[in-house]
């Protein structure tokens, strides 16, 4: 497939990156498990899960453009299909944002959280339906949600991890 090959590095490079911060979202998780805050699991549904599953999906995106299938309609389908679930899941978690009351997002939140995941899901969608008419364009297209999801899930992990430490020390100092 031609018109993957140019892209190797930049799936070896996201897909890497992608896998590395997975497993560095176990570890800390696991480090802050220890003082957990009150209501913790509903909270981490709503901010946490989400940043593993961006994290993974960038992590197949780029597994599943290095398979030899001969053409790229296959990748295509799995790119609609990709998108369209991880639309659906992004409005599971807007709504998770909208009930849970443990924490009262600010914009930030609302858009790392809600609105930029249902874009990058939806440019991956659309792009998908895209690739037999303008392929080109649609690598580009995918990549670019590829690429907007791993920042995501590090600007999300970085934020609930931050949130956490400073909540702890907030509470030991009560």
């Known amino acids: 497939m031609a018109e993957l090959a140019a892209w190797d590095s930049f799936y070896v490079i996201v897909g890497s990156a992608a896998g590395a911060l997975i497993?560095?979202?176990?570890v800390v998780m696991t480090l802050i498990a220890a003082r957990p805050l009150p209501r913790s699991a509903e909270v981490g549904a709503t901010f946490a899960t989400p940043t593993v599953i961006h994290f993974g999906t960038a992590l197949l995106l780029s597994a599943l453009s290095r398979i030899p299938w001969?053409?790229?309609i296959p990748d295509a389908a799995l790119w609609g299909f990709?998108?369209?679930?991880?639309v659906a899941y992004a409005v599971v978690v807007t709504r998770?944002?909208?009930r849970q009351d443990v924490y009262e997002p600010e914009f930030e939140d609302w858009l790392f959280h809600?609105?930029?995941?249902?874009a990058a899901y939806a440019i991956l969608a659309?792009?998908?339906f895209a690739t037999p008419f303008?392929?080109?364009?649609a690598l580009f297209g995918v990549g670019a949600a590829t690429l907007l999801l791993l920042f995501i899930g590090i600007h999300n992990a970085w934020d609930s991890t931050s949130y956490q430490v400073f909540s702890s020390k907030r509470d030991t100092r009560e």
């Open 134 to 137: 303008r392929t080109r364009e």
């Open 96 to 98: 998770r944002m909208r």
């Open 70 to 72: 001969g053409s790229i």
């Open 114 to 118: 809600a609105m930029l995941p249902l």
């Open 82 to 86: 990709i998108g369209l679930c991880g």
């Open 126 to 128: 659309i792009s998908a």
């Open 23 to 26: 497993g560095l979202q176990f």
